[in-house]
């Protein structure tokens, strides 16, 4: 992979991160807004989001690991 390539993917995984997490909290507080359940939803939404924000993350830099390990056995 190439250098350029390499680095847009970084910038891609940076901007996937904070999306999801914001993305997880303003859903958690939207809906503890619809359900009267203050800071609850939030927390959760929180959870979620960097859950899914960590497994995006390994599956968007797996390429990345793999195409440097095979540069270096050959």
């Not at 680095?7 to 909290?25: D, K, M, Q, Y």
């Not at 830099?61 to 540069?71: A, G, I, Q």
């Amino acid at each position: 992979m190439d250098t350029w390539a390499a680095a847009l993917r970084l910038a891609g995984v940076g901007f996937f991160i904070g999306s999801s997490i914001l993305l997880g909290i303003f859903a958690g507080h939207w809906l503890d807004g619809k359900l009267n359940t203050a800071p609850i939803l939030v927390i959760v939404g929180l959870f979620l989001g960097l859950a899914v924000a960590f497994y995006g993350v390994y599956h968007m830099l797996l390429p990345v690991v793999s195409s440097d390990r095979n540069k270096e056995n050959s």
